[in-house]
């Protein structure tokens, strides 16, 4: 009998193409969606037939214990990815990113102690460590809470942190930095350039251009997630590791390279409500890696470039497209 592997968040954008990734390597999955009352699986429902065939779909909410112990009961491992994501809206709704992000957590943390889950992965971001103070960051990098999203997903990692050492649980956290690629929300900067110049502007709104960041293909994430359930335990267990690609481009290059890519020209309007305060950015961001490739054998395999054309080919379907709105800020 294959593993049985449940996901929260599977209807999100990392959590749809991990599905998809474990269930192409012969893996049983078990999916978290959050319950709403339109019957919606989110990103899931662009899997093709056969692969969501081959997924259990579970609704349900993070938030509810009794529903998170129903998902992982029988699972032999279980990738925690439900969180709430967008930094502009943690201004707005602090407590719902405490609810989500840390209390989802503890659920799946007693989940799993009370049914002896074998090996959790636990999701964290690189936003944790704010500004680099160091680079490139490695996992020992002081952690900064510079946005409530942030302090929210900091929390998380601690509760992991804790119960691994108060009740030797097999947690591992990974800590993806700035994925990008087919199906990512609009709140991101990449899929904001590219469906806007996709739905035919060429006027683009976008936030502060200065930042740099390490952005990693979603592929190359799901795989990571998948090397965390393959590597050895003893090699993992009880550690946090980056997964991080170690390049580093502004936010301005980036969107060069995108029109690049598009065969277009653009104009950039810096938008007020796109900026974060100033101290909430974080301006630098770039990973160290090495932990995961040595314990793992995990380093990604797409340049930026073959990441962004993929991500370019899939959101210049007009299908695709067509679910965005392109002609409004996202929070």
């Not at 593993?3 to 749809?16: E, L, N, P, Q, Y």
């Not at 893996?27 to 662009?46: D, H, I, K, P, T």
């Not at 719902?96 to 049914?115: H, M, P």
Request: proline residues 5%; charged residues 20%; glycine residues 6%.
């Amino acid at each position: 009998m294959s593993t049985t592997v449940a996901i929260t968040g599977a209807d999100g954008f990392i959590g749809s193409h991990l599905a998809e990734t474990l269930v192409g390597s012969g893996y049983r999955v078990r999916a978290m969606v959050q319950y709403n009352s339109f019957g919606s699986w989110g990103w899931l429902e662009s899997l093709d037939a056969h692969t969501l065939a081959a997924i259990e779909v579970v609704p349900g909410d993070v938030r509810d214990r009794d529903t998170v112990l129903a998902l992982m009961t029988g699972a032999d491992m279980v990738c925690h990815l439900a969180a709430l994501i967008a930094i502009p809206y943690s201004y707005q709704a602090p407590w719902s990113y405490l609810e989500t992000n840390a209390g989802g957590t503890l659920n799946v943390l007693e989940a799993g102690r009370a049914l002896g889950t074998s090996r959790i992965v636990c999701t964290s971001t690189s936003e944790v460590y704010g500004s680099a103070q160091i680079v490139p960051i490695t996992e020992d990098h002081p952690l900064q809470a510079q946005s409530p999203y942030s302090a929210s997903k900091i929390a998380a990692d601690k509760l992991a942190e804790s119960y691994h050492l108060s009740f030797d649980l097999p947690i591992i956290t990974l800590r993806p930095f700035n994925t990008y690629g087919p199906r990512q929300s609009a709140r991101a900067v990449i899929p904001t350039v590219i469906s806007q110049l996709a739905a035919g502007r060429r006027e683009i709104a976008l936030g502060s251009l200065t930042p740099t960041r390490d952005f990693n293909f979603v592929l190359d994430t799901a795989l990571a997630f998948q090397s965390m359930l393959e590597a050895p335990l003893e090699d993992v267990v009880g550690q946090t590791f980056n997964a991080g690609s170690g390049v580093e481009i502004s936010v301005a290059d980036t969107v060069k390279l995108i029109a690049e890519l598009m065969g277009t020209t653009l104009d950039i309007r810096v938008e007020g409500e796109r900026l974060r305060p100033e101290r909430s950015e974080v301006t630098r961001l770039v990973s160290d890696s090495s932990a995961i490739k040595r314990a793992a054998s995990w380093k990604p395999t797409h340049t930026l470039a073959e990441g962004l054309h993929s991500t370019i080919e899939w959101f210049c379907n007009p299908d695709n497209l067509s679910r965005y709105k392109t002609d409004q800020y996202n929070v």
